[in-house]
């Protein structure tokens, strides 16, 4: 299980290092696309297959089914860290989840989150101005 946050910097060439308390869980390659919460979702390859299964579970005669896996896989790679234990983000990556210079790295069970700091920081936002306890009785 994936939780915490860390703050870590994108470069110049779009690489950018993962805490070394995910990788050990994550293995030699990850998965990494876009989430619907205007970030990117980082993936063991073991928990990207389960994800697969349930995409191919779904019905793809929706519109909103094929719209939701164009969304899913059209900007998605399998990436190596490097012996540094950075992860090479392609400039797709980074346009679709508008990441900068400062990034910050979430845990959510079993993925990991990647968010620029600005949209990381509208989040909590989000979240303090939630009345959590109507929230978990509306689950």
Excluded at 5 to 17: P, T
Aim: charged share 35%; proline share 1%; with cysteine.
């Amino acid at each position: 299980m994936f939780s915490g946050q860390y703050l870590h910097n994108l470069d110049g060439k779009g690489r950018i290092a993962v805490p070394a308390k995910f990788r050990n869980e994550l293995g030699d390659v990850v998965v990494v696309t876009r989430h619907v919460d205007d970030c990117l979702a980082i993936y063991s390859e073991k928990t990207w297959e389960i994800e697969e299964k349930r995409l191919y579970a779904m019905d793809r005669n929706k519109k909103d089914v094929r719209r939701y896996i164009d969304f899913r896989l059209s900007v998605l790679y399998k990436l190596n860290f490097d012996s540094q234990g950075r992860i090479y983000l392609p400039q797709d990556l980074i346009e679709a989840a508008r990441l900068e210079k400062e990034c910050v790295f979430t845990g959510a069970l079993d993925e990991i989150k990647l968010w620029s700091k600005n949209a990381w920081d509208n989040r909590v936002k989000e979240i303090e101005e939630i009345d959590m306890a109507d929230l978990i009785e509306g689950l």
